[in-house]
């Protein structure tokens, strides 16, 4: 790699970091589908318009997009996108969630009786850490200005890490900007900085916890065989582990059990996240919580995505104009439902967003005969707010201040499959 691609390479990776993403976030071929044809639909009509090039701007579209989304994954998780799952969605319960917490994986709907798991925790699984020198933060890097390289090998994986030194470049400087490089590298390892008496340190840590069977580590780095110069492990001593991973220890029901995760499952049932240790021999119960406390939780995590979509929406009034019509647009969606909703123990705010009476709520559910009957308007709700939380991940520009150009010739436009407006149809932004 030449040295201009070699800066442009440092400089991709230093700028760009990834989205973590959910298993909401994987398609069919037929959904990606439908996605492309709605874009193209709307490109086919849309106005031109000339182009944005604020930067604020843009950063408002983008995060409209990923708060759309946001709010079509929470209500996914409750069961939203299934025929009455909304109400049929069970919750996990732990009686010590200073122990473990849990969420319920199992099969929905009626079924044999599922079991409580008793968890007691021994210690956690724990990730390896690897510190490197002290080095005078302010002082200039007694690494000689070349490009220096060395590998990581991980998860049975090696990566050649890159980087320059410059003529007068200090060690934290340096040392920054490998927080940077590795941190947006994406390969399981979070870099940062340890500080002790005005000297850094680069401090690597595995995402990853535990060790595999055979393995005595999870990551390791030299530069013996490097690409580049080497020398660069040794000054800032990233190859010395000042902690080494180690497997979960725990109980289920009395049998002793090990695991290279904090994150594990129970017979299909539960996904259980260990987060602490059990103090003189205390358990966790993990169980199913009744339908009333089930059906109250997914009311309560559908009221907080469209909280957190009007909060986020409403962030812009100020200095985005037109999210006054969002917030609108989200309020009418909640008052055409408003009073069927204040019987549940919802109640619409001021402000747009909704107030929980969970009491109400639980008597509501407690007292029904028909529980889709009488939740069928939190139903339509949920299926109303689905359809706008797609419409503006579609196109959240229909929500931005633009100057228009011109219209398009109505009833003589033809849809182009290769060209997505600016406009519209913003699948991806900045990550990859």
Known sequence: MGPVLNTVYNNYLTTYTSKPLTKYDTHKKSELRNVYNSIVKINKDEPWYLPTTSKDTQQYAVNLKENARDLRNTIAQIGGLEKDGLFRKKRAYSTDEGIATASYVGPEGSGPEVPDFMV???????????????????????????????????????????????????????????????????????????????????????????????????????????????????????????????????????????????????????????????????????????????????????VGGYNDFIKAASAYLESQSRSRQLVREMKGIASVYGNSLETMGLNLEEDGTLAIDKDALRQTATQTRDINETFSPLKSFSNMLLRKSDQVSLNPMDYVEKVMVAYKNPGHNYPNPYITSAYSGMMFDGYF
């Not at 500080?195 to 995402?207: A, I, V």
């Not at 979960?248 to 090990?258: Q, Y």
């Open 120 to 302: 007691e925790v021994h210690s956690l699984a724990t990730s390896q850490e690897n510190l490197g020198l002290f080095l005078p933060g302010n002082g200039r890097a007694s690494l000689s200005p070349d490009t220096y390289s060395f590998d990581v090998n991980i998860n049975d994986m090696n990566y050649e890490f890159q980087f320059s030194v410059g003529e007068n470049e200090t060690n934290l400087e340096m040392q920054e900007r490998l927080v940077r490089l590795i941190n947006n590298s994406d390969i399981g390892l979070r870099a940062s900085l340890a500080e002790s008496e005005g000297r850094t340190s680069l401090r690597l840590t595995s995402e990853a916890t535990g060790l595999a069977s055979g393995k005595d580590y999870i990551f390791a780095i030299s530069d013996d065989h490097t690409s580049k110069t080497h020398g660069a492990v040794e000054y800032l001593g990233l190859d010395y582990t000042s902690r080494e991973a180690s497997n979960a220890s725990f109980s289920v029901n009395g049998e002793e059990l090990t695991s290279p995760s904090n994150r594990l499952t129970l017979d299909k049932l539960f996904e259980v996240q260990l987060t602490g240790i059990s103090s003189g021999g205390q358990s966790a119960k993990i169980g199913l919580k009744t339908d009333v406390e089930s059906l109250t939780d997914n009311v309560s995590h559908l």
